[in-house]
């Protein structure tokens, strides 16, 4: 092991749905690192987009509001919060009128090159799991650990269609395996930062795991790589 005590950054990356959130979140929080959430910052974006009426042709209009724009990730009591320009917007981003537009926005060239910037400034110095698409073959080719995690699209539907009926929510389940299929052409035939596993990644199918059997898999190719306790 090379690295004791250095800083390094643990790349997540995956489709929608195969728990990378969850999983990047409970490393952070038993091993004490920082976690970020790159997706959030793209919906910080659009929503910033959303409230001061700019659509994705307004390439100057976007440009000056990224030249403003402030986006924080703060722990408030063990919860993660997201402050767009000083305002508490962790609920506000997770709407539908964000869901809608938010992959249009994160494809606008301008809108990558500078979260990717942010993303490289907010880790420096950082011992960090960063959860995303691009994180290991765009933002940290060379991260320390890099994981890509898949599953098939009828368990992500499963594991959807549950979280929706524990909230309440009621939409088919037919409905939603076309909507993951249909995001996972999007996501991995887009011309800007398509979502592909970089070469040197670990992939792993969670299909048939659970959670904690993920976590427990993906620890111990982290602790291969660095000394997570240090
Ligand atoms: O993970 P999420 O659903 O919150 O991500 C929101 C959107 O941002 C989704 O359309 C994928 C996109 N995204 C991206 O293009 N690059 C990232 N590093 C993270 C998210």
Same mark, same amino acid.
């Given at each position: 092991m090379e690295n004791l005590c250095k800083n390094y950054v643990i790349a997540i990356d995956g489709e929608a749905g195969t728990?990378?959130?969850t999983l990047a979140k409970n490393i952070a929080k038993k091993y004490g690192i920082v976690y970020m959430d790159t997706g959030a910052m793209y919906r910080c974006v659009t929503l910033d987009m959303l409230n001061s009426g700019i659509?994705?042709?307004? *390439?100057d209009k976007i440009s000056t509001l990224l030249d403003n724009i402030k986006i924080e990730m703060i722990n408030d009591n063990g919860e993660d919060k997201f402050l767009l320009n000083d305002i508490d917007v962790t609920k506000e981003i997770r709407e539908k009128r964000v869901n809608d537009l938010v992959s249009q926005v994160s494809h606008v060239p301008v809108v990558r090159e500078r979260m990717v910037d942010l993303q490289r400034k907010?880790?420096?110095g950082k011992k960090i799991v960063m959860e995303g698409r691009d994180i290991g073959t765009n933002v940290f080719p060379n991260a320390e650990?890099? *994981?890509y995690l898949t599953a098939s699209a009828e368990e992500r539907a499963k594991r959807r269609f549950l979280q929706n009926k524990e909230k309440g929510i009621d939409i088919p389940y037919e409905e939603i395996l076309a909507n993951v299929i249909f995001r996972d052409n999007n996501d991995k035939n887009s011309d800007v930062a398509p979502l592909k596993k970089a070469e040197d990644a670990f992939e792993l199918d969670t299909t048939n795991y659970t959670l904690e059997e993920v976590e427990e898999i993906v620890m111990s190719k982290v602790k291969e790589k660095v000394d997570i306790n240090v």
């Open positions: 728990g990378k959130s659509d994705i042709s307004q *390439i907010l880790a420096q650990v890099k *994981i």
